[in-house]
């Protein structure tokens, strides 16, 4: 027995020192250039922890899904990650530094009315009077605790008036935070109906009055103790009054109930899970998304429904300049009650698109779209304007490239018929490629040439911001 436990202590002093010089211990982690962002709020999207042990072989992957995280928050324009203070011990510091993008945006708004612009370009002749103007403030970070305040008037086609304000952290120990915005808005035509796949308009410009008046409140609290997690619960509550013409001469089924104005309070939870590497135009990782809302609480007894979304989205990096992409999202109303036409809009509308389709729409009970791509990265440079930028946050502006080739697919299930449309309980397949560009980590623009199952082909702009 004490021969055993001789052996034992030889083997630990041999064996040891070779397992602690494959490994390092993350001691302390600083950061530098944050002037106005608090440090928690980078150390909370930052994956590696204070205390963590991280093989050797593996630092690097380590520290550029860091830098990625961090990037991702859309805060700066330029991060950078280096381990520092190499101990005896291997013990080590992970420096952290930053360059805070420009926070304070006031800018005018140049906004098209149609669902986007291949619509307005093609639909509608490129008209200038389908465009609302005004102005927008946007106030990122506001308090340095990466919370958001947007302040936003248009006029034009339409007048809208809204409000908005978010904070992920209540306090920098809290895991919950809140949502808070509130809008107005007035429009001067309807979609009233589908007329061959496509939205069907009446205007009330030309009679001096308003197509129908919209006004939303919405609150929510969210909440994120892990990393790659969000729970979000709200409460909204949304009424629009409608002119009477619209029910009377156009289509009843419009809105549910028998009035011309529509009160309804939804109940809505969200859970989502994001461990890519880039928020706005991810390369790795997964994200699942969960949502259930019921809309219509029993107060004013206008509408009953209780849709659940699902969404999964899969990023995998072939090589470092190669990636491929997939994604699943589906829509299912679980009550059978009788849909409105508008809530019956589901592919075309917002998120939900097939490329190829973006001048079609699509009306369902339930529906399904599925995303494949590969992509290739042309460039990733950053571009420094020097003295011709005199705002230090501007200089330095990042650009991504990607060549990209896609495959997307849709269905929707629809138990009314509408004669003039042939899209519904129709497999709706696209194919095409798209040259890509990231600026600034939070605009992307997008330029498809797509084609659909038909043979109808043309090209087609997208373009997203993140905040």
């Known amino acids: 027995m004490k021969f055993n436990?001789?052996?034992?202590?030889?083997?630990?002093?041999?064996?040891?020192?070779?397992?602690?010089?494959?490994?390092?211990?993350?001691?302390?982690?600083?950061?530098?250039?944050?002037?106005?962002?608090?440090?928690?709020?980078?150390?909370?999207?930052?994956p590696i922890k204070k205390g963590d042990t991280i093989a050797i072989e593996n630092i690097d992957e380590k520290l550029a899904f860091a830098k990625s995280r961090i990037i991702g928050l859309g805060l700066f324009v330029e991060v950078d990650n280096n381990i520092i203070d190499w101990e005896d011990n291997h013990e080590v510091t992970l420096h952290i530094k930053v360059k805070e993008s420009w926070y304070f945006y006031v800018f005018p708004i140049i906004e098209l009315v149609d669902r986007n612009f291949n619509v307005w370009w093609q639909d509608h002749n490129r008209s200038l009077k389908r465009i609302n103007y005004g102005v927008e403030a946007r106030i990122k970070n506001t308090t340095g605790h990466n919370d958001n305040f947007y302040l936003n008037f248009q006029t034009g086609y339409n007048t809208e008036f809204s409000l908005k304000y978010s904070r992920p952290n209540i306090t920098p120990k809290s895991y919950t935070g809140f949502e808070i915005s509130t809008r107005y808005k007035t429009f001067d035509e309807v979609n009233y109906i589908s007329e061959n796949d496509k939205q069907a308009f009446f205007a009330f410009d030309s009679r001096g009055e308003r197509a129908f008046v919209s006004r939303t409140i919405d609150f929510a609290l969210t909440r994120r103790k892990h990393l790659f997690w969000r729970h979000k619960l709200g409460v909204k509550y949304d009424q629009n009054t409608y002119n009477p013409l619209v029910r009377d001469s156009l289509n009843t089924n419009l809105i549910t109930g028998l009035d011309n104005e529509l009160k309804t309070f939804h109940l809505y939870y969200q859970a989502k899970f994001n461990n890519t590497d880039i928020f706005q135009y991810p390369l790795s990782g997964w994200i699942v998304q969960f949502d259930i809302r019921k809309q219509g609480l029993g107060i004013f007894k206008d509408e009953n429904l209780l849709p659940v979304e699902f969404f999964v989205a899969y990023f995998h990096k072939i090589s470092p300049k190669i990636s491929a992409s997939i994604s699943q999202k589906a829509r299912i109303n679980l009550l059978n009650n009788e849909l409105s036409y508008n809530n019956a809009k589901s592919i075309g509308y917002?998120?939900?698109?097939?490329?190829?389709?973006?001048?079609?729409?699509?009306?369902?009970?339930?529906?399904?779209?599925?995303?494949?791509?590969i992509n290739y990265s042309l460039f990733d440079k950053t571009m420094n304007l020097g003295k011709l930028m005199p705002i230090s946050a501007f200089k330095a502006i990042p650009i991504r490239s990607y060549f990209a080739t896609f495959v997307d697919m849709g269905y929707g299930y629809y138990d009314l018929d509408v004669p003039s449309n042939r899209l519904p309980n129709t497999l709706l397949i696209g194919y095409g490629v798209s040259l890509d560009f990231v600026v600034y980590n939070d605009f992307v623009f997008r330029f498809n040439y797509s084609f659909d199952r038909e043979g109808n082909s043309g090209l087609f702009v997208h373009f997203d911001y993140a905040f």
């Open 5 to 46: 436990k001789i052996l034992f202590f030889i083997l630990m002093n041999f064996l040891f020192p070779y397992i602690s010089e494959g490994q390092i211990v993350i001691k302390e982690i600083t950061i530098e250039g944050n002037k106005k962002t608090k440090d928690y709020i980078i150390l909370q999207e930052c």
């Open 350 to 373: 917002g998120s939900s698109s097939v490329r190829g389709y973006e001048r079609k729409t699509v009306e369902a009970r339930h529906h399904w779209v599925g995303k494949w791509s």
